[in-house]
């Protein structure tokens, strides 16, 4: 396990120009930063209405519903509302910077975006975003089911969809105590001795499987652990009725969703590594995202809800 990885952070732009896509996602990727991407107004709000990035870089000026109304909309929104808005203007449209703020967009920066300086405000505001906001409801947002122990096994923190899944295991459990189940407590020990050689363990119930899977060292002495509640069957069928999907595409989305890669995905069901990537492709144009990440949110909203 690198002690230096941490959890990505995610920023969505919302941009009409490729170019100006291409060049702020690949800065932000090389810096550690998940990109998802939108490139229109609508398209933002509708991939707003499954996952929750830590910041938005919004350009103001788009065909249709431009940058000013995307963030209006966004506002009124009580579970968008707090997350940070930078705008983008060109270097001729003084004007639009007032109104970028009077939207409610807490910073600016001009097109052709300095890189280094477009890095530095993301970094600021994300870092406030996450003072103004509990970092563990953002990741609940995101419908992740996230546990943090330090390097010892023992429980610090649990998000709310992670404490539902561990009640399942041990009824009555709650993230107002102190100590985890013994039956996870057991699990997240044989996960941290077996790290550098296997990165899962899992817990067998009758109503299902919890898969641990151990994310990164996310302070210096708190480690992240991913819980996947992993029922194959009755979660591939809900993401075909409710994504309205092919069988197989809804069974590959599945497991993009429990975390695997495609040559995971590819081995788990007998299909070569290209085929896995033209099913991820058709998935990604029936669901209007372009990355995986973007997929995997909202596989993860449409099997919980």
């Known amino acids: 396990m690198d002690g230096s990885s941490s959890l990505r952070d995610t920023v969505l732009i919302v941009d009409d120009e490729c170019d100006s896509l291409r060049l702020m996602s690949n800065a932000l990727e ?23 990035p830590d910041l938005i870089l919004m350009d103001a000026v ?22 940070p808005i930078i705008f983008m203007t060109g270097l001729t449209e003084s004007e639009h910077v007032v109104e970028a703020f009077e ?29 103004q906001h509990a970092s563990v ?15 010892r096994g023992r429980f610090l923190w649990c998000t709310p ?8 295991i041990a009824p009555g459990w709650s993230r107002e105590d102190a100590v985890l189940p013994l039956q996870v407590r057991t699990a997240v020990q044989r996960l941290l001795a077996r790290c550098a050689t296997e990165g899962s363990v899992r817990i ?23 819980l996947n509640e992993l029922n194959p069957g009755e979660h591939a069928a809900r993401l075909k ?20 890669s495609s040559i995971d995905i590819s081995d788990v069901l007998s299909i070569s590594p290209r085929t896995v990537q033209k099913h991820l492709e058709r998935i990604f144009e029936k669901l209007g995202v372009e990355t995986r990440a973007a997929a995997a949110a909202i596989a993860i909203r449409a099997i919980d809800r």
């Open 30 to 52: 090389q810096a550690g930063i998940t990109v998802l991407i939108a490139t229109s107004g609508g398209a933002a709000l509708k991939l707003l209405a499954h996952i929750r």
């Open 62 to 83: 788009m065909p249709g519903m431009d940058g000013f109304e995307t963030t209006v909309s966004i506002k009124k929104n009580p579970d968008l509302a707090h997350i």
């Open 103 to 131: 939207v409610g967009g807490v910073d600016y920066v001009r097109k052709p975006a300095n890189i280094q300086e477009l890095l530095a405000r993301v970094r600021v505001h994300m870092a406030h975003g996450r003072a």
């Open 137 to 151: 409801t953002s990741l609940d947002a995101t419908g992740r089911l996230m546990l943090a122990t330090d390097t």
């Open 161 to 168: 969809l992670a404490e539902r899944a561990i009640a399942r």
């Open 204 to 226: 067998e119930q009758s109503l299902g499987t919890i898969e641990l899977v151990l994310v990164a060292q996310y302070r210096e002495n708190e480690l992240l652990i991913r």
């Open 241 to 260: 009725l409710r994504l309205q999907i092919t069988e197989r595409e809804a069974v590959v989305l599945l497991w993009l969703s429990y975390g695997k």
